[in-house]
């Protein structure tokens, strides 16, 4: 049996809840929610079902060691301690990133640099050689966190963030993250019993995640590698037994999912990261602008990330906004509308008033995910109805 350790998975501010519910499905054990991530219990076999399986994460981080230093020197003799040999081989290219909260340090770069002298150093010791960095093709990413005079290095087994699927071969600019949009899916509480709508689907990042969580498609399973194929602990046949039984569970339920947009680039584009998908029999998609929308006859699930403006000027800001609001009202009655953007100011002119909001950070852009129910005669039956803030429940 594989040993246990503690696993520290990262993910965007705001979705931490969500991870910790999807590691405990996954049959993570001791899961706690931290700031920006959790941590968990598990083997090698469950580090490679999270990075395969996970549809929030953005990196599943394994510690090497945590150790207290006085200055740069000392800093530098604990990392050349480890047996770096041991972990991966010397001909193996690594990229070195640091997150820095000390006044011991005051350059992140700096760091890295030092870590990776330490780590060479080590090498030339043991081997005679040493590996070499390469920021660009990477087989071997290393993490280094520093605050105050204590530092924890991990190994990240995902190397290129888990946001990149494999199936997005092309995207609109300032496209939605995939791990955000599959966020904000179970944030709804979408399932594949209802309609779900993107009318403004860019590179149809909702309709293709949605299809993927709702036949139990992992996620990881697009991508051309991890990181943790490079470790010398890796088990290419556990590995398989681990893929063979996550894809033995995807499903095949029939979906009404509607992908449109006004953009004819757009949807070359979304219909090329579909078929990359495999999702050409799961996902509808339509030329037709959003006030053009049709109600698909019962309760649909709408998701839309519009522009936020930084490419359009403040009236056409305001004019697209009062366009959403204006299609949601009047087209979509007996549905509920989710809106994703960092546009405080543009959501005034949507003319409908909230039932739920909730407080998501993309990346380092603090913005807001609006949840509208759109009753008949919204805005004047249900005047009364008091909003809810960040995360707070209906009931």
């Known amino acids: 049996m594989n040993d246990q350790f503690t696993i520290l998975v990262r993910t965007y501010a705001g979705l931490e809840e969500v991870l910790a519910a999807e590691v405990r499905k996954l049959g993570g054990a001791d899961v706690e929610e931290i700031t920006r991530g959790i ?29 207290r230093f006085r200055n740069k020197e000392d800093f530098f003799s604990q990392v050349m301690e480890i047996d770096w040999h041991r972990l991966f081989s010397v001909d193996k290219t690594m990229t070195i990133d640091t997150l820095l909260f000390s006044e011991q340090f005051n350059n992140s770069m700096y760091v890295s640099q030092l870590t ?44 290129e963030s888990l946001h990149k699927r494999g199936y997005r071969k092309q995207q609109v600019q300032a496209p939605l993250s995939e791990v955000m949009a ?3 899916l179970q944030i709804s509480g979408w399932t594949h019993h209802f309609p779900l709508l993107d009318p403004m689907c860019g590179s149809g990042t909702f309709s293709i995640e949605a299809a993927l969580m709702a036949n139990n498609i992992p996620p990881g399973i697009f991508r051309p590698g991890f990181s943790f194929e490079h470790w010398i602990e890796h088990d290419p046949e556990l590995f398989q037994t681990i893929l063979t039984s996550l894809t033995s569970k995807i499903t095949d339920f029939p979906l009404d999912i509607r992908a449109s947009d ?16 495999d999702l050409e029999g799961d996902i509808v998609i339509e030329h037709r602008p959003i006030e053009k929308s049709v109600n698909p006859g019962k309760k649909a699930f709408i998701f839309m990330n519009p522009p936020y403006g930084e490419r359009l000027q403040t009236d056409e800001i305001e004019k697209l906004y009062g366009l959403i609001g204006s ?3 009047h087209t979509f009655m007996g549905c509920e509308a989710w809106l994703f953007t960092s546009n405080e100011e543009a959501l005034k002119h949507i003319g409908l008033r909230p039932s739920r909001r909730f407080k998501l950070f993309n990346g380092p852009l603090e913005c807001r995910l609006i949840k509208y129910e759109l009753y008949p005669g919204t805005k004047k039956v249900h005047k009364e109805k008091p909003e809810k803030s960040d995360g707070e429940d209906d009931s």
Request: hydrophobic share 35%.
């Open 182 to 184: 599959a966020g904000i």
């Open 116 to 159: 990776k002298d330490a780590i060479c150093d080590r090498f030339r010791k043991e081997t005679n050689k040493r590996p070499f960095i390469d920021s660009n093709t990477p087989q071997i990413y290393i993490s280094v966190y520093v605050r105050d005079n204590e530092t924890t290095i991990y190994l990240d087994s995902s190397g």
């Open 262 to 277: 006004r953009s004819r680039v757009a949807l070359q584009i979304a219909t090329e990261n579909v078929k990359e998908a």
């Open 327 to 329: 299609t949601l009202k």
């Open 39 to 67: 941590t968990c219990i598990g083997d090698l076999g469950f580090l490679y079902k999270l990075n395969l399986g996970l549809r929030t994460g953005l990196r599943v981080l394994k510690p090497v060691t945590t150790f």
